[in-house]
């Protein structure tokens, strides 16, 4: 495996070291095509870290070449461009035949710590999975899920990243005429519980085997020598899910579509679509106005991702062989997320030790956030500047409670677990500020980015991005970026609609 060194290889655009490992599937797994260029189109913003994961030089975000490659008008050589294709269950009901219906494949790129980097275009056109679509994405969802895959890069949490979005005049029809975007996504692979499920729907065994032989070899090479490389594989994604699962539910993230096709094989977050992170705390919130039923609130997410792992075993039963090993593998994942989402929890507390009674703690402590529906990411943040020994010094925290006797008899109970572990107000405040941010993706924030830009002014995607790449650090100068949403947000609604 070749490894670049990001930091220093300032690699131009036109000698990127691309090629197609995906392609060395057999053809069934694909079709390859070519992009539909985006008429006279242009640089939206792009993101410097995503580009040294793949040593680019940021110089070379200026240039005509690197939108050009970027909006699918030069195919660069070595790259196979393809749409994948892959299944799933959407809404908890099977779908059928679905793939890249606007993504392409352009290739990967030797990355340092991974086999790969793919880089895919998204809206670069139609593809033969497009059905009703029509392969393009609007300059509005397009910048989401740009500045949201670079965020949660920030906060820690596995996740596709985002090299740019370019624009185009082209008006294309959502609920109005909007203009459209491609994005530019980065991961090591863009394979979906759906990949799989689509060879054991179609009872395609051969290809199932291979796909998982692919998956093992490429990603989880260690999982080779298991007495079974199968259920060693259902078992990893499975406790990578659940840890997933713990660091949305932690932060405040919500996917909004958790259908299998839109779970990764590698237990990242891809697919950014009607997401959301929680303000006012409703741990019923649901954040995809186009899912009336509630299956993807908040609250659903841990079951819905064990929900998601049963659907991946059933499709690779036929390799596992035994209907109880696939049952054992899958339940590592509630012991995964209570001991994932238990020490996040903690940390987010500052506690240090854990004790019998933490559980009641916690459960008092959303009970009384939901009560006043408290803004999340605020809580957590001012909850590191709490003094043991000085209550006074709770207003900014206290202020985000309408109900302040049940906030004072909540405190009263925190103030006396920190004493029982002799905990110090400096070096708690500094290890809490580590671990809960102050700056997430608030919708109110991308949309006055989304606004602006819709307007040809990008300057403010920039400095989002600047600000979300920098989440724990306190920033002064930013302060305004922390706020909690105007009156105008609680109007702001996400569809699927993209
Ligand atoms: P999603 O739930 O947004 O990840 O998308 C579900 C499926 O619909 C995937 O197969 C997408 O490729 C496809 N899709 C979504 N939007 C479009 C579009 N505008 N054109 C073509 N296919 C689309
Ligand atoms: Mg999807």
Known sequence: MSAIDPTTAGRRIDTLPIRNSFAALP???????????????????????????????????????????????????????????YS????????????????????????????????????????????????????????????????????????????????????????????TAVTTRMAPSFLRFGSFEHWFYSDKQDQLKTLADYVIDRFYPDLRDASNPYLALLREVTCRTAHLMAQWQAVGFMHGVMNTDNMSVLGLTIDYGPFGFMEAFDSQHICNHSDQQGRYAYSMQPQVGHWNCHALAQALLPLIGSVDDAKAALEYYKGAFAEKFDGLLRAKLGLQSAQPEDDKLMDAMFAIMQGSHADFTSFFRRLGDLQVDNPAADEPLRDLFIDRPAFDAWAVQYRARLKQENSQDRPRRLAMHRVNPKYVLRNYLAQTAIEKAQNGDFSEIDRLLAVLEKPFDEQPENHRYAELPPDWASQLEVSCSS
């Open 88 to 179: 799933g269950h959407q809404f908890g009901v099977w779908a059928g035949q679905l793939g890249d219906g606007r993504a392409i494949l352009l290739g990967d790129v030797p990355a340092a710590g991974m086999p790969g980097m793919e880089l895919q275009l998204k809206g670069a056109g139609l593809t033969p999975y497009s059905r009703m679509g029509d392969g393009r994405a609007v300059l509005r969802s397009s910048i989401r899920e740009f500045l949201c895959s670079e965020a949660m890069a920030a906060l820690g949490i596995p996740t596709s990243r985002a090299l740019c979005v370019t624009g185009s005049d082209l008006h294309i029809m959502r609920e109005v005429p909007e203009t």
């Open 27 to 85: 053809p069934s797994f694909y079709t390859r095509l070519v992009p539909t260029p985006l008429p006279s189109p242009y640089l939206v913003c792009a993101s410097a870290s995503a580009a040294a994961l793949i040593g680019l030089d940021t110089a070379e975000f200026q240039t005509e070449r690197f939108v050009q490659v970027c909006t699918g008008s030069v195919t660069l050589p070595g790259s196979i461009p393809l749409a994948a294709v």
